[in-house]
């Protein structure tokens, strides 16, 4: 059964970079089958979107993050990856990775996530 | 950008009540990808409904969404105890390129 498990820092200072890592087990990311993506929700808030790649490392970048985002794929280690550049308090927030199967069926939604990490950007 | 109003913020109803719950999109994205997650407290969300009316898979015929164009519905036909939830909707294809609203609590009256 797939499932996904995301790591990384849980405490970011500002301007510094975020970095997390989803890993997928149970399955193949390169399958073909998937979007990947990240989805994060501040403390009390609805979910927003961060950005999706497949694993020819094509991407798709929220055009308010774009700026700051970068999504890489390792296909060897069955991972992705997401970098956020100059955080601030505003990034502070439970970050998801998750699953769009949109290559083979036409849902174009998230249907398996992970656990979450939560991220808090502070000195 | 794409903003997706929900509506209400918070609606309280007891079990075996049903309940409507309202999304409305700032403009017609033009696409059927309309879909909507259920959240419990400490949990990710979970896929209720894609494709504004399809359930996914081992989601209750209790659950059932319509809609287009710009406003969208969930419906739960009968309240059972485990539902009361936050429950959000997604819409996909319109920048971003995923979008979700901010959310309507059900909430045990």
């Known amino acids: 059964q797939l499932q996904l498990q995301e790591s990384g820092p849980g405490l970011v200072k500002p301007s510094e970079t975020l970095s997390l890592t989803c890993t997928v087990s149970?399955?193949?990311?390169?399958?073909?089958?998937?979007?990947w993506g990240w989805i994060r929700q501040p403390p009390g808030k609805g979910p927003q979107y961060i950005g999706t790649?497949?694993?020819?490392?094509?991407?798709f970048y929220n055009p308010s993050l774009r700026s700051r985002l970068t999504l890489s794929v390792d296909t060897s280690k069955n991972q992705f990856s997401l970098k956020v550049s100059s955080v601030t308090a505003a990034d502070t927030a439970l970050y998801y990775c998750?699953?769009?199967?949109?290559?083979?069926?036409?849902?174009?939604?998230?249907?398996?996530w992970g656990h979450g990490t939560m991220v808090t950007v502070s000195s | 950008e794409l903003v997706l109003t929900q509506s209400p913020g918070t609606l309280s109803l007891s079990p075996g009540e049903r309940a409507t719950l309202s999304c409305r999109a700032s403009?017609?994205?033009?696409?059927?990808?309309l879909a909507w997650y259920q959240q419990k407290p400490g949990q990710a969300p979970r896929l209720l409904i894609y494709?504004?009316?399809s359930r996914a898979t081992g989601i209750p015929d209790r659950f059932s969404g319509s809609g287009s164009e710009t406003d969208f519905t969930l419906t739960i036909s009968r309240l059972e105890p485990e539902d009361f939830a936050v429950y959000y909707c997604?819409?996909?294809?319109?920048?971003?390129?995923?979008?979700f609203g901010q959310g309507t609590k059900l909430e045990i009256k």
């Open positions: 998750a699953r769009d199967p949109g290559q083979v069926a036409d849902i174009r939604s998230f249907d398996l």
């Open positions: 149970g399955g193949s990311l390169s399958s073909g089958t998937s979007y």
């Open positions: 790649i497949y694993y020819t490392g094509s991407t």
């Open positions: 403009h017609n994205f033009g696409s059927r990808y």
């Open positions: 494709g504004t009316s």
């Open positions: 997604q819409q996909y294809g319109s920048s971003p390129l995923y979008t």
